[in-house]
């Protein structure tokens, strides 16, 4: 696995041979913005490359996370401060999931049929996500064997969904 392959195919590279087909999201985190892909194929349509979006143009060299994610598994790449590259694949067989849902805030006002909404929260500010309610997530959780006390040992995000 060569988190690098990974995000040139974000950026319109080549989709990398050991890819998911599972994967139908990704999320992208920049010094400078936040980006959204939805899976077209094998390609990506984010939400820096459309009209009317505002959406600061996503930049290779200043990408430090990304995750790509589907219903049963998830892959986490991030980038520490000397530039190396890592990654984690979360898959639904990992262990007992418990899943929950996180609500995209605001009303949409939908980007044409680009498959993303811009949304604005009650402080302002607008966002631009994937055209639904919902982020469902999954997490995994872990008992201390000597305290007893749970703690999410892992989040992985799952799909986007209308309820």
Known sequence: MNAKDYLDW???????????????WAVVQATDTLVWCL???????????EPGSGVRSLKADRIFEARFFGPSEQLLL???DGGEWFHSLLTSASGEWHKDKLTFVGNPQ????????????????VSVVPQGEFLKIA????????????????TRFVEIVEK
Not at 139 to 154: M, N, S
């Open 10 to 24: 974000l950026l319109g590279g080549a989709k990398p041979t050991d890819a998911s087909n599972d994967f139908q």
């Open 39 to 49: 899976r077209e194929g094998d390609a990506w349509r984010r939400t820096d490359l």
């Open 78 to 80: 991030w980038r520490d």
């Open 110 to 125: 939908t980007l044409g049929e680009s498959g993303f909404d811009c949304r604005t929260d009650l402080a302002g500010r």
């Open 139 to 154: 997490q995994l959780l872990e008992e201390d064997p000597e305290t007893g006390l749970v703690r999410i040992a892992a």
